[in-house]
């Protein structure tokens, strides 16, 4: 299957400063990227929707004035974790999808790891 | 949105036939059925995907009776290398698209 990789995969940061996490899409080329956050022992949490130049859709609940979401590429979403604090601890996965439709296979990245001290 | 509900968890033995089925009452005439696998500290693993009746691939079954409010995911003759959390999910359709929404997955152990 087609591949999303994330970089970096953990991340260890002090608190107030912002952490930049990136998520591309080797292989094909993604109309929609999605950004996950799962807490120890949950499931995924949809944090965010973005497709290629525009802006991202935020669920309910998530600020998106803290996570920065940016799909400038058909390749490349990037997620801006500003001014983090130990409970932005997580881990955040990214994920792509080829097209818009329920029938497209959305692929998921390997997670990266952040921990805010 | 269609809203899922699975068992929390589920034991087997190595070589037993798994059967983990999910609710899905609300789900939209253009929702998809979608399985993913996830083991700890990684990301998901798509299994299979269908839209009605039975989808086989070489991993996994996939059945789905014909109202669509619910679905089974089969995993012929586990292995202890299968213990993972087991998502089932219906896409919803939003502005930019269709996005999927994890629900609480079923935590499968399987013993030696």
């Known amino acids: 299957g087609a591949v999303v990789s994330q970089h970096p995969s953990w991340v260890i940061c002090k608190s107030g400063t912002s952490v930049k996490i990136e998520c591309r899409s080797l292989d094909f080329q993604a109309t929609t990227m999605f950004w996950y956050r799962q807490f120890p022992k949950q499931s995924l949490m949809l944090m965010a929707t973005s497709n290629e130049g525009s802006k991202a859709t935020y669920e309910q609940g998530v600020e998106k004035d803290k996570f920065l979401i940016n799909h400038a590429s058909l390749t490349l979403s990037t997620l801006t974790v500003t001014s983090a604090h130990p409970e932005d601890s997580s881990f955040y996965i990214c994920s792509a999808r080829a097209g818009t439709g329920p029938e497209n296979e959305q692929f998921f990245g390997p997670g990266t790891r952040l921990t805010v001290l | 949105l269609a809203k899922t509900t699975q068992p929390i968890s589920m034991d087997s033995y190595e070589g037993q036939e798994v059967n983990i089925t999910c609710s899905h009452n609300?789900?939209?005439?253009?929702?998809?059925i979608t399985w993913y696998q996830q083991f700890p500290s990684q990301g998901p693993r798509f299994i299979i995907q269908?839209?009605?009746t039975k989808v086989t691939n070489e991993v996994a079954s996939l059945f789905i009776p014909a109202d669509r409010k619910s679905s089974t995911l089969s995993l012929p003759r586990v292995s202890l290398s299968d213990t993972a959390v087991y998502y089932c999910l219906v896409g919803a359709l939003n502005t930019g698209g269709f996005k999927t929404i994890f629900g609480a997955g079923t935590r499968l152990f399987v013993k030696a």
């Open positions: 609300n789900i939209a005439t253009n929702d998809y």
């Open positions: 269908g839209y009605k």
